[in-house]
Nanobody, 121 residues
Framework: VQLQASGGGSVQAGGSLRLSCTAS????????MAWFRQAPGKEHEFVAA???????EYADSVKGRFTISRDNFKNTIYLQMNSLKTEDTAVYFC????????????????WGPGTLVTVSS
């Protein structure tokens, strides 16, 4: 399974961006799809996840600002990012896994190449 993300870019603080990630196939290993991010000099951080049944989970740092959604017909997840802050600047990675867990990197088997989001003040 290959993942391809798009939608990154530059925006001013308070603005919005929408990321998309499409999986090349639907398998049991794509039951859970998620977004992680890595800011410069920091570890990978869980952002949000959506299950095949559209159960969603969020990191506390993005709750109320980010919304993850999933289109199973298109094998695609979206991340609508509103009220962006400078601390949201990071490379955002799409991931897919079987759904035994959702918050940790080892929970996922497939990873996309990442898309850069830059939020300026």
């Amino acid at each position: 399974v290959q993942l391809q993300a798009s939608g990154g870019g530059s925006v001013q603080a308070g603005g919005s961006l929408r990321l998309s990630c499409t999986a090349s196939a639907r398998t049991l290993t794509t039951d859970m799809m998620a977004w992680f991010r890595q800011a410069p000099g920091k570890e990978h951080e869980f952002v949000a996840a959506a299950s095949w049944h559209n159960t969603t989970e969020y990191a506390d740092s993005v709750k109320g600002r980010f919304t993850i959604s999933r289109d199973n017909f298109k094998n695609t997840i979206y991340l609508q990012m509103n009220s962006l802050k400078t601390e949201d600047t990071a490379v955002y990675f799409c991931a897919a896994g079987p759904g035994f867990g959702y918050r940790c990197r080892p929970d996922y088997l497939h990873w996309g190449p990442g898309t850069l989001v830059t939020v300026s003040s």
